[in-house]
């Protein structure tokens, strides 16, 4: 793998971490540096939500095999994401309080304080709500940190070999009209849908 100097050297400086894991482009850069620089001081671990699809998941779980790195999931059930269901103006902010929250707890309770997420430079603070959230529970941001943008993250992807590139598979959430209230039985509707269409179109990832 290609891997990016800075980012091992600042994992190095910093410890050990946990990364908030989603198996996108971004959190897969991080997991697999930060298990080149720290080893078993190193964890990934994914809140598994009902706004994540079997995509996502399955994802998650070829980017951490792929770094090298200790997957750990952390279940939250709608009860912990009242606000989020809602599907307010805000949700992307209720969400992401929830899942650094979850993380937060876990990872802390076995000795992984310093915490990571994965917003790249190319990234708009305007247009990412998530990332106050996460600076409100000190999450760091090594990437944009180090100014390492999209292409970056992209060309270390390709240097990966990954059976199977991630994609940005957007939160099924965004299917509804924003303020429209959602239930389990409404997402998962709107996720076989999807998989129909391509299923019929033949569209693989």
Not at 17 to 36: E, I, N, P, Q, Y
Not at 81 to 98: D, H, I, M, P, W
Not at 165 to 178: A, G, I, S
């Amino acid at each position: 793998m290609d891997y990016i100097p800075e980012l091992l050297d600042l994992f190095r400086d910093t410890g050990r971490v946990a990364v908030c894991f989603s198996g996108g482009l971004d959190s897969t850069v991080l997991a697999a540096h930060a298990r080149k620089a720290l080893g078993d001081d190193s964890l990934a671990i994914m809140a598994d939500m009902p706004t994540l699809s079997d995509i996502q998941r399955e994802m998650a779980i070829d980017g951490a095999r792929a770094s090298g790195i200790g997957l750990l999931t952390v279940p939250l059930d709608w009860h912990r994401l009242r606000e989020v269901s809602g599907n307010g103006e805000r949700r992307c902010y209720f969400c992401k309080s929830a899942i650094f929250s979850a993380v937060r707890e876990v990872a802390g309770s076995l000795g992984f304080h310093n915490l990571v997420s994965g917003e790249n430079a190319d990234d708009d603070p305007d247009d990412r709500p998530g990332m106050s959230a996460g600076k409100e529970a000190g999450v760091a941001y090594p990437l944009r940190e180090l100014g390492i943008s999209r292409r970056e993250i992209e060309d270390f992807i390709s240097s990966m070999g990954l059976d199977r590139r991630p994609f940005k598979e957007t939160c099924l959430l965004t299917r509804f009209p924003t303020g429209t209230p959602v239930t389990e039985k409404d997402i998962r509707f709107a996720e076989a849908c999807e998989r129909s269409v391509r299923d019929i179109a033949d569209i693989g990832w």
